[in-house]
């Protein structure tokens, strides 16, 4: 560490308030410090002994003297008694940022990768709904809601090293409970369809599917996206203000930024790498008939988890051995003092109280005081009205691109990763890099959030990129290619009466007359072989049928030709959207001792 300036000569300020840390005792004169001992490891004891620091009370209150003490075992890297000197290279700044960068890349990969990309095929596998897998989604935002408070509150004061390593284990812990239904509801058994696709003369059969009990798996996936909501609701709050406590209030926004930075790549690797696992057939090892483009195609979904979860927990442990403050990040809180935004009527003393926060009874007053803040207020309704539609987009955009362009699961995904990676990671980065590298403080910061916002408006504009819609016979048109009435729904026709087609069988194919029919069945087969034509496997009939070639017994939609032209005007409308600045604001905005509870 550099030396500071003044050598050992107390730094000395007025005021019962003193800008100092979580962690030492305010307003009390700490023993003379030798900032010498900051440029020496803190288990160095060979040169000098280890020191805590020490309290001495004064008659009245007036003057507050402030020294920096030495780096003793309270702020060592290490589990407790466990502190080897080796350890002690990792324990800066430098070092807890990498290892919350690992874990909020995880979380991102995990929460919003992985998840996202596995919805269709777990609605497909265990019979879900849309509502449903929206449920699932929405868990982990109900399990924020309820922790982030109390999580805040108390980890602000608290040993906020400790917090997150808790928090990183019990999202590794959810992302195993994620998995479980995996190997819990047995096999995936389906088949090809190659041939004519019935029901058996017990109409009942048709929905046995449905009374499997596979959608009560509903509750495990909800309960797996609650632990990761209770396991990353400390990483935001309490990571953001580590690292903002413990660096120079002018390198505070590059450390925020790579941290957001590592929380955005988190989602773009989660979907490429869910995408490529979603190409293996989820009983890993099992041969199958199935396609990739068959819409009963159900793909490894569960991999992903449990090496996140894994990942997770060999992440928590070096960051449970954190101390509670940085060595010598008590220069740093002088600093920060400047630009915090004081309240005008007094509380702010009263709030600054070095007893204030300990206790539940303080929570009311502690949340009157941000309410009346309202630049903090503004920016918090900013935020969550970004939240809301950036958490809409990243969990059905898969599933959107899926249908209106044709694409299969995997090939939605991959292409989704590919525009999170350089528009997420990349407008995230240099947010945090314009922010520094023009020195914006206070108003100027928020200036710069309104232009973010305002740019990102033309991501409105990707809703008017689409596949024209294909037509389906008895759906949107008539097996003769006329348009159906709205509403209008006919799947029988003269070519398939004989055929004794169920509606609850929906396996979509593509005639050679470029119609959709309903099923194989539908398109008036009542048998057919297989056959290769140009590289694609077709079925042609053995019989009359609606049409003379069905291609691809059940390959799915036809592809839309413009996949590539849209992803390229998608790219710098989401480049456009993601540009961060609100984050550090809103700590700007808050007295040090609220920065967690804040975010």
Not at 157 to 174: D, N, Q
Not at 260 to 277: D, H, K, M
Not at 412 to 424: D, I, K
Not at 451 to 476: N, R
Request: proline fraction near 7%.
């Amino acid at each position: 560490m550099p030396l500071h300036p003044l050598g050992d000569k107390p730094l000395t300020f007025p005021g019962p308030n003193s800008a100092m840390e979580n962690g030492l005792d305010h307003g009390t004169p700490l023993s003379p410090g030798s900032l010498r001992s900051a440029a020496h490891s803190p288990l160095d004891t060979s040169k000098q002994p280890l020191c805590q620091p020490w309290a001495e009370k004064r008659g009245a209150r007036g003057t507050h003297e402030v020294r920096y003490v030495s780096a003793g075992q309270s702020v060592a890297c290490g589990w407790w008694a466990f502190a080897p000197p080796c350890l002690q290279v990792l324990n800066t700044p430098k070092g807890i940022l990498f290892f919350l960068c690992a874990a909020a890349f995880l979380q991102g990969m995990t929460v919003n990768g992985f998840i996202n990309t596995v919805i269709t095929s777990l609605e497909r596998r265990y019979d879900l709904h849309s509502y449903q897998s929206g449920l699932i989604a929405s868990s982990y935002d109900i399990a924020a809601c309820l922790c982030l408070t109390f999580v805040s509150y108390f980890g602000g004061s608290g040993h906020k090293p400790r917090w997150l390593g808790w928090g990183v284990l019990v999202m590794g812990t959810g992302s195993l409970v994620f998995a479980l239904p995996h190997f819990t509801a047995g096999r995936y058994e389906v088949e090809a369809d190659t041939g004519v696709r019935t029901c058996p003369a017990n109409p009942s059969a048709a929905c046995a599917d449905r009374t499997s009990g596979l959608y009560r798996y509903q509750l495990v996936f909800m309960l797996g996206q609650f632990l990761h909501g209770v396991g990353a609701t400390p990483l935001y709050t309490l990571g953001v203000t580590y690292l903002d406590e413990n660096v120079k209030s002018s390198y505070s926004p590059v450390y925020i930024a790579i941290f957001y930075t590592a929380a955005i790549l988190g989602p773009a690797a989660g979907y490429l790498i869910g995408g490529a696992l979603l190409n293996i057939y989820t009983e890993v090892g099992r041969r199958t008939e199935l396609t990739t483009e068959s819409p009963l195609w159900v793909g490894a979904w569960w991999v992903g988890f449990l090496g996140s979860g894994a990942a997770a927990f060999f992440t928590a442990v070096p960051i449970l051995g954190y101390p509670r403050q940085l060595p010598g990040s008590q220069r740093y809180a002088v600093m920060r003092a400047a630009e915090m935004h004081q309240l005008k009527d007094g509380s702010h003393g009263e709030a600054s109280n070095p007893d204030f926060g300990k206790t539940i009874r303080d929570l009311p007053l502690s949340i009157w005081l941000l309410l009346k803040n309202p630049t903090f207020i503004l920016l918090c309704l900013a935020g969550a009205t970004e939240a809301t539609l950036i958490t809409g987009m990243s969990t059905f955009s898969p599933k959107f691109l899926e249908s209106q362009f044709s694409l299969s699961a995997s090939e939605a995904a991959t292409l989704f990763g590919y525009l999170v990676v350089p528009a997420g990671g990349g407008g995230t980065f240099l947010g945090g890099f314009f922010v520094n590298k023009l020195r914006l403080r206070g108003s100027a910061v928020i200036k710069f959030c309104l232009f973010c916002t305002i740019v990102s408006l033309l991501g409105i504009l990707v809703f008017s990129l689409h596949c024209p819609g294909v037509p389906m016979a008895g759906v949107t048109a008539s097996y003769s290619r006329s348009l159906l009435p709205e509403g209008h729904l006919n799947l029988t026709a003269p070519c398939n009466t004989a055929c004794g087609c169920q509606p609850e069988h929906y396996s979509p194919v593509c005639g050679s007359d470029d119609l959709m029919y309903f099923s194989l069945c539908h398109a008036g087969c009542p048998a057919a072989t297989e056959m290769n034509v140009d590289g694609r496997k077709v079925s042609e009939a053995a019989g009359p049928p609606c049409l003379p070639l069905v291609i691809g017994a059940i390959v799915g939609l036809p592809r839309c030709t413009e996949t590539v032209a849209v992803s390229l005007r998608i790219f710098p409308l989401v480049l456009a959207m993601s540009l961060q600045g609100n984050a550090l604001q809103l700590v700007r905005e808050s007295p040090s001792f609220w920065f967690s509870y804040s975010l």
